[in-house]
């Protein structure tokens, strides 16, 4: 048998969802770090570490474990997730067809959309805002259009040169990072009224690393699109794992940790507080090199949701795989969605992020309990990945009753625990307001689904069995 020679690479990605052959294997696990790591390292994480002082009350100290806690639980659950990457060579989202069915797993996928939405409507806003205030001369709305446009040309190109992207940003960020920290550490005015707070409530303590958990978590439904180029050995995952963990870990945390003394030192808003705190030249090279960072993340945030889009069309044309023009307008039509809700949203900005971040632990956690313990407990990495793209879904069919009724049930445990601006439910009320949903809805969905997957192993075998990456159909034109 010959073996096929591999296929050239090519400036525009030619691939959308179908799975990585080995001899495509080109990817490096390193690289899997400055990706994430720049990935997070932005005007909008900074301004989530703002959070801790200025929506959940918290002083220094206490805001500072909270968001080393959030940060350092929630990325190991999002890195368990991109080790899938290398073992099936699927994007995340058509993984999820082994839990869900390939039409139950639909529902998530929309729910992603969204989610990408609203990424990167935040991150066009914070950009936006951040660069008006360095060159006025230039609307919000028009800096809006500048930013999505650049994250456009980026996410078209593809999986190489967003790697690329991420190679260069990362040392941007580190130095950008640098100066923000150093001018910070070395202002007394600004320690002193930081140290001088204390404050603490349990549910701001809670509210705040719930928040840290979900900055990592909401990487999970995509995380796998961007290590499923990497190699598939046992080392290869081991390396993807811990290089995507230190990467996103430390990419949040750290604008976290320094957003947690902004907010405290800083009587207006962080975005401005930059220019009291490093003066005007150095902080309009500091916001102009943030703006270009967001375009790294948002390319990602659009890439992402072409990919997505690929997912719930194939569920029923499954003979259907785009090439690079419709991917192109795959990409561009969400932009146009993105960036009107960026429009729309951007003078109530704060309160509208924080809901965004209550709402989508809500509806992501459940999904990445189940997802992790059918991966990691029920079948042991082990899937027809021909099933994957098959017209009924293959041996896991249309539908996964289980895996979607113990999803409702677990997003329904939460609802009593939950604490937003619109609704906060009895048990949040009784509590203070604090929300403990998300630890509801990950344990209640990891019970949950371990309970089912036995039930089901009882009646026979767990059917599955890894087969190596065929080429799919594909198209090129």
Same mark, same amino acid.
């Given at each position: 048998?010959h073996?096929r ?7 525009v ?19 899997l ?5 720049a ?5 909008l ?13 918290l ?9 080393l806690?959030g ?6 659950l ?10 099936l ?6 993984q999820s067809?082994?839990?869900f069915g ?6 998530v996928?929309?729910l992603?959309?969204?989610?990408y ?6 991150n066009?806003?914070i950009?936006?805002?951040a660069? /008006? +205030? *360095?060159?006025?001369?230039?609307? #919000?709305p $028009?800096? %809006?259009v500048?930013?999505?446009?650049a994250?456009? &040309?980026v ?7 967003? /790697? +690329? *992207?991420?190679?260069?940003?990362? #040392?941007? $960020?580190? %130095?950008l ?6 001018? &910070?550490?070395?202002t ?7 140290a ?5 409530t349990?549910?701001g303590?809670v ?8 900055l990592?978590i909401?990487y999970a439904p995509y995380v ?6 990497m ?5 290869g995952?081991?390396a993807?794992?811990?290089?995507t963990y230190?990467?996103?870990?430390l ?5 976290m ?5 902004m907010g405290?030192?800083v009587?207006?808003?962080?975005i ?6 490093l003066g005007p030249?150095?902080?309009a090279?500091?916001l102009f090199?943030?703006?270009a ?10 890439y992402g949701t072409?990919l997505c889009?690929?997912?719930a069309v ?9 090439g690079?023009?419709?991917r192109a307008?795959?990409i ?7 960036l ?11 309160a ?8 989508l632990?809500?509806?992501l956690?459940?999904?990445?309990a189940?997802n ?7 079948r ?5 990945v021909a099933?994957?793209f ?10 996964q009753a289980?895996?979607?009724?113990v ?11 939950m604490?937003?601006s ?7 009320r009784?509590?203070g307001?604090t929300?403990?949903?998300?630890a509801v809805g990950l344990?209640?969905?990891t019970?949950?689904y371990g309970?089912v997957?036995?039930?089901r192993?009882?009646?026979g075998?767990c059917?599955g069995?890894?087969k190596?990456?065929?080429e799919t159909?594909r198209s090129?034109h």
């Amino acid at each position: 048998m010959h073996r096929r020679p591999p296929t050239p690479a090519r400036f525009v990605e030619g691939r959308t969802i179908e799975a990585v052959p080995e001899d495509e294997r080109r990817g490096r696990p390193r690289d899997l770090f400055a990706l994430w790591f720049a990935a997070n390292i932005s005007p909008l994480t900074l301004v989530s570490g703002t959070l801790a002082p200025v929506v959940f009350g918290l002083g220094l100290w206490p805001g500072l474990a909270a968001v080393l806690l959030g940060n350092l639980a929630g990325g190991f659950l999002m890195a368990l997730h991109a080790a899938q990457g290398p073992k099936l060579g699927v994007p995340q989202l058509i993984q999820s067809r082994g839990q869900f069915g390939s039409h139950g797993a639909l529902l998530v996928t929309v729910l992603v959309v969204f989610m990408y939405a609203g990424w990167f409507a935040s991150n066009l806003v914070i950009a936006g805002q951040a660069l /008006h +205030r *360095v060159v006025p001369a230039l609307s #919000v709305p $028009a800096w %809006l259009v500048v930013c999505a446009v650049a994250g456009l &040309v980026v996410a078209t190109v593809g999986y190489d040169l967003i /790697h +690329r *992207v991420g190679r260069w940003a990362t #040392v941007l $960020a580190l %130095l950008l990072l640098a100066l923000c920290a150093v001018r &910070v550490l070395t202002t007394p005015d600004v320690l002193r009224r930081a140290a001088a707070q204390d404050a603490c409530t349990l549910a701001g303590f809670v509210g705040m690393a719930a928040t840290g958990v979900l900055l990592q978590i909401a990487y999970a439904p995509y995380v796998s699109d961007y290590t499923r180029y990497m190699p598939s050995d046992a080392a290869g995952r081991r390396a993807t794992l811990w290089c995507t963990y230190w990467g996103c870990v430390l990419g949040s945390a750290l604008p976290m940790l320094l957003g947690v003394v902004m907010g405290l030192a800083v009587a207006d808003d962080t975005i401005s507080g930059l220019a009291a705190v490093l003066g005007p030249a150095p902080s309009a090279v500091v916001l102009f090199g943030f703006a270009a960072v967001v375009v790294h993340i948002n390319s990602m945030n659009l890439y992402g949701t072409a990919l997505c889009l690929v997912t719930a069309v194939q569920t029923f044309r499954h003979r259907w795989l785009p090439g690079r023009a419709a991917r192109a307008l795959l990409i561009a039509a969400p932009l146009a969605v993105s960036l009107t809700m960026a429009l729309a949203f951007q003078d109530t900005f704060l309160a509208s992020y924080t809901d965004f971040l209550s709402v989508l632990q809500y509806v992501l956690i459940p999904w990445t309990a189940i997802n992790l313990v059918d991966f990691y407990l029920v079948r042991r990495g082990a899937y027809d990945v021909a099933s994957f793209f098959a017209p009924a879904g293959g041996i896991y069919g249309r539908y996964q009753a289980s895996a979607l009724l113990v999803y409702a049930a677990s997003f329904a445990l939460q609802v009593p625990f939950m604490h937003t601006s619109a609704y906060t439910g009895p048990v949040a009320r009784a509590l203070g307001g604090t929300d403990l949903a998300w630890a509801v809805g990950l344990v209640s969905a990891t019970i949950g689904y371990g309970v089912v997957a036995r039930l089901r192993a009882r009646r026979g075998p767990c059917p599955g069995a890894v087969k190596a990456p065929q080429e799919t159909r594909r198209s090129h034109h």
